[in-house]
């Protein structure tokens, strides 16, 4: 609700002199012409009567109106009436936000950035969770690799050993097993100098 109401009256013969007097510059193009006021100054006084205005309205709210007569002000452009106005007013106002209004802004301001930083960290933290697994999955990736690599190579090594095993089974084996159990049981003072002798005289390709 506003803080002052302030109504301007003049009779119907200053309002129609003022209007008469306009250069015709200003009136061009607006309703101003002397038809158009007349018709429209008769409607407001048809609307507005004493016991019927919006005045009445504000002075139910205990927003008393303040009557200012115009046709009193012979000054340049309704100067005195300015004044008489500023007087009502006051000063010139700030009607930007309050205190309150500023806080209220702050607060939510705060929690916009607030909220921005912890999509952020939540954005980052993600990515991070990302990396972890991508680097976890190219470790286990790679371990199989050189896993199934040492078990081709043992596979290869062992294929590779066998045609050995077998020769050494067949042919060398059975002559060394005789010979340690000879050692054994003569139990000489030199047991590679006697096995070696042992090997040699029982080398089944000498005749």
Not at 86 to 104: A, D, H, S
């Amino acid at each position: 609700m506003p803080e002052a109401v302030i109504s301007l009256d003049g009779d119907d013969e200053f309002l129609k002199k003022r209007v008469m007097n306009l250069p015709e510059l200003v009136v061009a193009g607006t309703h101003n012409t002397e038809d158009l006021f007349l018709k429209r100054l008769t409607e407001f006084r048809m609307i507005n009567t004493d016991d019927q205005t919006v005045l009445n309205y504000f002075d139910e709210l205990e927003i008393h109106p303040e009557h200012l007569d115009i046709t009193a002000d012979t000054s340049f452009n309704m100067s005195q009436v300015v004044e008489k106005v500023l007087k009502v007013v006051g000063v010139p106002r700030n009607y930007g936000p309050t205190k309150e209004e500023r806080l209220e802004l702050q607060r939510i301001e705060m929690e916009k950035r607030l909220k921005l930083e912890a999509l952020a960290a939540l954005e980052l933290q993600r990515k991070e969770e990302e990396e972890r697994k991508e680097t976890n999955r190219r470790k286990e990736e790679w371990t199989a690799r050189v896993k199934e690599v040492k078990e081709q190579e043992e596979e290869v090594l062992q294929a590779q050993s066998y045609p050995l095993r077998n020769y050494l089974m067949k042919h060398v084996m059975p002559t060394l097993n005789q010979g340690l159990i000879e050692v054994c049981k003569v139990r000489p003072e030199d047991a590679i100098d006697y096995l070696a002798e042992y090997l040699f005289e029982h080398n089944p390709q000498v005749d």
